[in-house]
């Protein structure tokens, strides 16, 4: 998938397409996939997860507005490292990146291959990623790479005021949608966004398992 695809769709943000060309997906796919590392698919990454498709991505850190202030003074949050490729498109436009994942296996995986990379400014934890990381809070985005019943609430604490939460919010295994919510204040302004698929985020305040 070359950005140009991608920009042929609804993201346009230079920044954003810039990082997805420099990210190489083909570092982050288990080698049985190799061939299929530029599709615009999600593919296995092992316990029944993905890798996300590069649109969604793509969209996904567009809605986000972190391309819209300096990379310098960006933090980022994601929920579900996964593969680690979303957290090095969010690397690319943010000089702090916090990604939580809650499968240990996949997150040793996810921060070695960012390591070897060099993406030495994204931090892996291991943990329930429906509570944040209060220890890096605030964060100017925050970005759940799996689908929730509702926001989870500690995560809106977490934004910065002006920061941006965008999830997937809907059933377990049916329709879903993509939400913004934007901070101001105490208020959050959210925004609903198309259908998407998502693998469920499981957690205190997610799906219970
Ligand atoms: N961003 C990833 C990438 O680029 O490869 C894709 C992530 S995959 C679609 C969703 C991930 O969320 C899975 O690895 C899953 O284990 C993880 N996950 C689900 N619930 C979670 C939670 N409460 N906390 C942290 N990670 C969670």
Redesign the pocket.
């Known amino acids: 998938m070359v950005a140009t695809d991608i920009a042929g769709r609804d993201v346009h943000e230079p920044a954003v397409l810039e990082a997805m060309r420099r990210v190489p997906r083909e570092e982050?796919v288990p080698i049985a996939y190799l061939g299929e590392a530029h599709d615009d698919r999600?593919l296995p990454?092992g316990?029944g997860?993905?890798?996300?498709q590069p649109y969604i991505?793509a969209s996904m850190v567009d809605l986000s507005g972190l391309s819209a202030r300096p990379r310098e003074s960006n933090r980022a949050l994601?929920?579900?490292?996964?593969?680690?490729?979303?957290a090095a498109v969010l690397s690319e436009l943010s000089a702090q990146v916090t990604s939580?994942?809650?499968?240990a296996d996949?997150a040793a995986s996810a921060a070695s291959t960012l390591s070897r990379l060099g993406y030495d400014g994204v931090e892996v934890v291991v943990?329930?990623?429906?509570l944040g990381h209060l220890e890096n809070a605030p964060y100017d985005a925050i970005i759940v790479?799996?689908a929730g019943p509702r926001v989870p609430p500690p995560l809106l604490t977490q934004l910065t005021d002006g920061g941006c939460l965008v999830m997937p919010i809907g059933k377990r295994d049916g329709a879903q949608s993509l939400v913004v919510h934007t901070r101001h204040g105490d208020q959050t302004v959210q925004r609903r966004h198309g259908a998407v698929r998502?693998?469920?985020?499981?957690?205190e305040q997610?799906f219970l398992s």
């Open positions: 982050f999600p990454i316990h997860q993905t890798i996300s991505v994601e929920i579900g490292t996964g593969s680690g490729y979303g939580i994942e809650r499968h996949i943990g329930d990623g429906t790479t799996a998502f693998v469920p985020l499981i957690g997610g």
